[in-house]
């Protein structure tokens, strides 16, 4: 396949912001591509080289592919800089010096496996003289490209492709592609083996190889390859909660800390890996949890979740979140941060054993599994559970788990279909926290999507932050509240920084808002907000005429609580569906005892709101696959 097939494909994908004719682009493209070019198609469509979780980057910065494009096109430096600066974006600077600048000799017909080569040989680069041999990579790729091609070249190398291929709308493609003109059901399987392996390349590879739908039933877990987190729903009382589960569950701790899924190999020596929720590497964090978890296991190889939780060194007590986020991204004193923030790595689920993938089994199997592979020990350990059929016994419970440091519990099913379901969201896992003594039900966690300038003192970086939600449906982030309080000025100091380089002239791809900020920033960054309420709104975008027509739902009076979520990425925020019932929530428990079935109540607005759906029961996943 040719590169410039594929950059085709990308100009045809800038020029439509439709997901349907995005799906039907991708279709047509990826049908009857070779299993050798598939797997880096869809990488480099979603500005990747591999997975997300490998966590590869080429490392190249904007001065060091200015230099490459003045060296290629033989134009000073100086030059190249000041048309970058007046077009906003190095990428179409290329496309235009290239185009004014003809070389002669022409093009010599680029394929995809010789750019991919080169741009991974361009990642791999490290060390003395790394940046020299990265430009000289940059060079001959440059040297090889017509000017569209160049365009594109040099946006992936910066990662700013900004196509806006959503993981999802490739999987719908695939479906249309393999589904045998059921693309709903093939969708279903083709998302289950993306979940088990969070590699889109190589099911997309997999299903190019062998032309089947159910050649993916051979990709399974594997230590190695992060499987998609499990996630709960919300209920606003422990009351509900036992409803929802058919009057018995299995309660456990909710701890305060960040979710990993440990990976650890058979023998000894092998290295095990640590990923965060958002499927990140995080081994080197937790030196001591890759040296002790494998000691903590009767067998191997496992794949096992918990919460990694800051400990007190002297009473061994739990310690706020905030504590084990001065570890998140260091790469030195980590001896010493080992010794000041202790952590323990407390285990809630196994989802490999030995050689047995046993997601698929009921909950109560696994967490008899769990209990009989680890050894518990001051650094390795198990949630507290228990089962409960009752709301006192719940309560008491639940005001246990806040007394021992929690910020509350996980009701888990045990019902017959209580599997493991990767990368889903449903009422088999739900959680009730401590925030839900506040008027608003829970906090959210909110994607920033631009930012205003501050003034007086605040002048020369953020004042105030527009975020948005994430649509799944759509694949978009429609803003919910502008936001400025709970910041102090380190904070502030902090995100200015961290977030220049994402920075955009332009609105992102995906981003729905009505408001247009000082700058636009990427969707990247994850903040945990708390409000008095929900309010409906003619300006914000989120859950837009699911309450009332022209309408969408706003956080009124936010604030920052405090916590990043860097162990979120943006697309596992909170959802519009979240903010549409926890809309409900709040408006129901806003109802007086003695109301009719038909009064209409306000809450912070004109004119009531649509009453919630009626509970369903435990098994109504809202976007689960089914078990495998």
């Given amino acids: ?143 090889r490209t017509g000017p569209t091609e160049a365009k594109y070249l040099v946006r992936f190398t910066l990662g700013k492709l900004r196509l806006g291929v959503k993981e999802m709308t490739v999987l719908d493609a695939l479906a249309e592609i393999y589904g045998e003109g059921e693309p709903k059901k093939a969708r279903g399987t083709i998302e289950n083996a993306f979940n088990v392996t969070s590699d889109l390349g190589e099911v997309a590879s997999t299903l190019a190889r062998k032309g089947r739908l159910d050649s993916l039933l051979s990709l399974r877990a594997r230590v190695g390859k992060p499987i998609r987190p499990m996630l709960g729903e919300r209920e606003a009382t422990l009351k509900d909660v ?66 990694c939780v800051p400990v007190d060194p002297t009473t061994g007590e739990l310690r706020p979140f905030q504590e084990i986020s001065r570890r998140r991204g260091r790469k030195y004193d980590l001896e010493k941060f080992e010794e000041e923030v202790p952590v323990r790595f407390v285990l809630f689920d196994v989802l490999l054993e030995g050689e047995e993938e046993v997601m698929a089994l009921p909950y109560p199997e696994r967490r008899e599994r769990l209990e009989k592979l680890v050894k518990v020990g001051d650094r390795v350990a198990l949630s507290t559970r228990i089962v409960v059929d009752n709301v006192p016994d719940a309560e008491r419970f639940f005001q246990q788990a806040l007394t021992d440091g929690c910020e509350g519990v996980m009701a888990k099913s045990l019902a017959s279909g209580s599997a493991y379901r990767a990368g889903a969201r449903g009422f088999w896992w739900i959680k009730y926290k401590r925030e839900y003594t506040h008027e608003l039900a829970d906090t959210l966690d909110t994607v920033i999507v631009g930012a205003f300038w501050g003034r007086g003192k605040r002048a020369g970086r953020y004042g105030a932050l527009l975020v948005s939600v994430y649509d799944p449906e759509e694949e978009s982030f429609p803003t919910v509240c502008k936001v400025g309080t709970g910041f102090d000025d380190a ?88 903010v549409v019932r926890l809309y409900q929530t709040q408006v129901r428990r806003a109802e007086p005892e003695s109301s009719s079935e038909g009064t209409e109540v306000e809450s912070g607005t004109k004119g009531g709101a649509e009453k919630g759906p009626a509970a369903r029961k435990v098994g109504e996943d809202r976007r689960a696959p089914g078990p495998f």
């Fill in 1 to 143: 396949m040719r590169f410039a097939e594929l950059v085709d494909l990308f100009e045809r994908i800038s020029a439509t912001t439709k997901r349907l004719e995005i799906r039907a682009l991708l279709a047509e493209h990826l049908r009857g591509v070779s299993e050798e070019d598939i797997a880096p198609m869809v990488y480099l469509l979603q500005g990747q080289l591999r997975p997300e979780y490998e966590g590869v980057e080429l490392g190249v910065a904007d001065s060091l592919a200015r230099r490459a494009l003045s060296t290629a096109t033989g134009l000073p430096e100086e030059q190249v800089r000041a048309e970058a600066s007046r077009s906003g974006d190095l990428g179409t600077t290329a496309e235009s010096l290239l185009k004014a600048h003809a070389r002669s000799g022409g093009e010599t017909g680029l394929t995809l496996a010789e750019v991919y080569q080169k741009l991974t040989e361009i990642a791999r680069a490290s060390g003395e003289g790394s940046q020299e041999a990265k430009i000289d990579l940059l060079v001959r790729l440059l040297s």
């Fill in 242 to 307: 036992l409803e929802r589960m058919e009057g018995r569950t299995a309660l456990e701790y909710k701890y305060d800390g960040l979710r990993l899924q440990a990976h650890v190999p058979e023998k000894d020596g092998e290295a095990v890996q640590l990923f965060s929720r958002r499927l990140e590497n995080v081994s080197s964090q937790f030196p001591e949890i890759v040296r002790d978890l494998p000691k903590a296991l009767r067998h191997r190889p496992a794949i096992v979740e918990g919460e």
């Fill in 491 to 578: 904070t502030l100091e902090r995100l200015t920084k961290e977030l220049g380089p994402k920075q955009a002239k332009e609105k992102p791809e995906g981003v729905d808002s009505t408001l247009t900020p000082d700058v636009w920033i990427e969707p990247s960054m994850v903040l945990e907000l708390r409000g008095a309420e929900l309010t409906l709104s003619p300006i914000h975008r989120a859950a837009l005429g699911k309450i009332r027509e022209g309408y969408g739902l706003a956080l009124r009076f936010p604030r920052f609580t405090g916590r990043v979520r860097e162990d979120k990425d943006p697309e596992r925020a909170s959802t519009t569906e979240e």
